[in-house]
């Protein structure tokens, strides 16, 4: 069966980076494209970006850009989120979704099918 | 960016209402609209994709419509499990979700 597993919680201070990584498994990793979204209570669901894991290509949201990097490992099938220069504005869950029908399906996009247990970040002093 | 609004953001119901959910777009998205339900601690859950299409185990029980700017997720008979909030999403462009709509127990 399909799985995303994140890694665990994280506390870190104002200025610092994280890096969160989310593993794939039940599926063709290459064939599926992966987004990150966060959640927080005064911003609710966020779009932050999207990788394909085959070339490894990305677009973010143009509120991170500048500070998040999504990179992939095809050997352990994981993909990872890096957020850098973290605000205690940053302090949310992170999840990673596996966007349905695959790769061969763009120019059409499509909704999420399988998500991560989601990754809680603290920033704080 | 494609705004989504969602009514009402609180929503006080019983075991066996009827419950509508309403969602709009601030541009046409066609019919490219899902529906999720999520639960305290949990990831989202697909119900509804392409603003009507029911998610393969998804009780029938939920259903979607809507085309253009306007969409509603309704909720025949509510059950105990339905508890949750609701959040739609667009794909048309890019990707962003609704603020989300809780339903609680009356």
């Known amino acids: 069966q399909v799985q995303l597993v994140q890694s665990g919680a994280e506390v870190t201070e104002p200025g610092a980076s994280v890096k969160v990584s989310c593993a794939a498994s039940?599926?063709?990793?290459?064939?599926?494209?992966i987004h990150w979204v966060r959640q927080s209570p005064g911003l609710g669901l966020e779009w932050m970006g999207i990788?394909?894991?085959?070339?490894?290509?990305?677009v973010y949201a143009q509120r991170f850009q500048g500070r998040v990097t999504m990179t992939r490992d095809t050997s352990t099938s994981t993909v990872y989120m890096e957020l850098t220069d973290l605000r205690s504005d940053d302090t949310a869950t992170y999840l990673c979704?596996?966007?349905?029908?695959?790769?061969?399906?763009?120019?059409?996009?499509?909704?999420?099918?399988?998500w991560g247990q989601g990754t809680l970040l603290t920033v704080s002093s | 960016d494609i705004q989504m609004t969602q009514s009402p953001s609180t929503l006080s119901a019983s075991i066996g209402d009827r419950v509508t959910i309403t969602c709009r777009a601030s541009?046409?998205?066609?019919?490219?609209l899902a529906w999720y339900q999520q639960k305290p601690g949990k990831a989202p859950k697909v119900l509804i994709y392409?603003?009507?299409s029911l998610e393969s185990g998804v009780p029938s029980r939920f259903s979607g419509s809507g085309s253009g700017t306007e969409f509603t997720l309704t909720i025949s008979s509510l059950q105990a499990d339905d508890f949750a909030t609701y959040y739609c999403?667009?794909?048309?462009?890019?990707?962003?979700f609704g603020q989300g709509t809780k339903v609680e127990i009356k």
């Open positions: 541009q046409s998205i066609n019919k490219w």
């Open positions: 979704a596996r966007e349905s029908a695959g790769l061969t399906a763009r120019p059409s996009t499509n909704h999420f099918d399988y």
């Open positions: 039940g599926y063709a990793f290459t064939d599926y494209y």
């Open positions: 990788i394909n894991p085959s070339r490894t290509t990305t």
């Open positions: 392409k603003a009507s």
């Open positions: 999403q667009q794909y048309n462009n890019y990707w962003t």
